[in-house]
């Protein structure tokens, strides 16, 4: 049978080709029967539970950062212009280029394309101090320029006094304009800068506060519902839906306790959800008082 297969090269080539067609056709169908199997993974995914991943802080103290010298802001003396140029060189040269030309590596895929500093046309927020100033604050939205508002003022100040040595004939601001920024910004006063503690050390700090919360309000509810002071807290069960939802509204409003009149404005607002029945609202002046002294007794 192959002797005349190969003498006739057309049967041979059909009989090949037959051969193929059949041997793909088997292929996919073996896949397609098993595709489930063949596309399952040996090992289940390993998945990190995002919510479980807690990154502790740093221990910062509060503090007042340093204020800036408003005559060398606008006229930087060459301490203030070096450390200038040492801030831009690790901050903003990556995008603007070692020579401020806007040519920095960072800044090729960035469209529009990084400042030149050279260049006098198409600044946004303008070449003022106050204008540069107001650029590190904030911004450019819809730029890859972002905001250095956590970066220290003195620090801001310095790199914008070294930008200017880029252009040519920078724009002078006002003394009405420096005075304005200062004033918004706070710049010759220093900024306040929170403290910041560990995550752990500050839910040791809230699960005590509530800890303590916790007591004075199962102290409260065993005086208030104790049979033998039934009539004394007469008035107290009168106007309250539930004990420990209105004893802890107070807690959570320590002003309340502080005078009656902001007692009475704490327990008025929020009446028929903070534990207190909406019949609080129809007590007499001396019954307000009554029971403000009620349940600052029982909460001390």
Not at 149 to 169: H, K, N
Not at 170 to 190: C, H, I, R
Not at 252 to 265: A, K, R, V
């Amino acid at each position: 049978m192959m002797n005349k297969l190969f003498e006739k090269p057309i049967g041979l080539m059909t009989f090949f080709y037959l051969i193929v067609f059949l041997s793909v056709v088997g292929l996919g169908l073996y896949f397609i029967a098993n595709n489930n199997a063949i596309v399952q993974n040996t090992f289940p995914p390993k998945l990190t539970d995002t919510l479980g991943v807690v990154k502790e802080l740093d221990i910062i103290d509060p503090k007042i950062s340093a204020a800036v010298d408003m005559n060398n802001f606008r006229n930087p003396d060459q301490a203030t212009l070096d450390k200038g140029k040492q801030l831009y060189s690790t901050v903003c040269a990556a995008c603007h280029g070692p020579e401020g030309k806007g040519d920095g590596p960072a800044g090729i895929a960035l469209n529009p394309k990084p400042r030149n500093f050279h260049d006098q046309e198409g600044w946004k927020n303008g070449r003022k101090l106050s204008e540069l100033f107001l650029t590190l604050q904030k911004g450019i939205p819809t730029t890859g320029m972002p905001g250095y508002d956590y970066m220290p003022v003195v620090d801001r100040a310095a790199i914008i006094g070294f930008i200017r040595t880029f252009m040519s004939a920078p724009p002078v601001d006002s003394d009405e304009e420096l005075a304005k920024l200062d004033q918004t910004y706070g710049l010759s006063a220093g900024i306040k800068q929170s403290g910041q503690i560990p995550i752990s050390s500050a839910l040791t700090l809230l699960i005590a506060d509530n800890s303590s919360q916790e007591l004075k309000i199962s102290s409260a509810l065993q005086k208030v519902s104790d049979p033998a002071n039934e009539s004394q807290f007469a008035l107290f069960a009168s106007v309250i839906g539930n004990y420990r939802s209105a004893l802890t509204s107070v807690l959570n409003t320590p002003e309340s306790l502080e005078n009656l009149q902001n007692f009475q404005s704490v327990i008025f607002a929020n009446a028929g959800s903070n534990g207190f029945n909406a019949s609080v609202l129809r007590l007499s002046s001396a019954e307000v008082s009554t029971l403000y002294t009620l349940i600052k007794t029982v909460l001390s």
